[in-house]
């Protein structure tokens, strides 16, 4: 059964920075296919995807984040994790982990959206202010 389990969130001034952790268990990354994400989801906004990392470690992140955020796994501790820096409000959102099964067949648009994923964590929240 797959668990994911979010920390690392909290209040910061933009500039600053925070790193998140996905703690996960159960079968993931287990198949090439296998990939995770982090989301976020702003007040009154669609939930949006931040950055992708698949089995091979290839990354892709969204246009906003470029630059400032990087997405890492950790297969020995289990742990994903997505470091922000030079925050900014419009970073402000819960944030969520997920995992999904057949990101190999998925574009890179598929691949950042929700709707690709089968597993979510229960989110943490950042805020950031200016």
């Known amino acids: 059964q797959v668990q994911l389990v979010e920390s690392g969130g909290g209040s910061v001034q933009a500039g600053g920075s925070l790193r998140l952790s996905c703690a996960y268990s159960?079968?993931?990354?287990?198949?090439?296919?296998?990939?995770m994400g982090w989301f976020r989801q702003a007040p009154g906004k669609e939930r949006e995807g931040v950055a992708v990392i698949d089995r091979d470690g290839d990354t892709i992140y969204v246009d906003s984040v470029k630059g400032r955020f990087t997405i890492s796994n950790d297969s020995a501790k289990r742990s994903l994790y997505l470091q922000m820096n030079s925050l900014k409000h419009e970073d402000t959102a819960m944030y969520y982990c997920?995992?999904?099964?057949?990101?190999?067949?998925?574009?890179?648009?598929?691949?950042?959206?929700?709707?690709?994923?089968?597993?979510w964590g229960q989110g943490t929240q950042v805020t950031v202010s200016s």
């Open positions: 159960g079968y993931i990354f287990g198949y090439s296919t296998h990939g």
């Open positions: 997920a995992a999904g099964r057949d990101l190999a067949y998925k574009t890179k648009d598929e691949r950042l959206r929700s709707t690709t994923y089968n597993y």
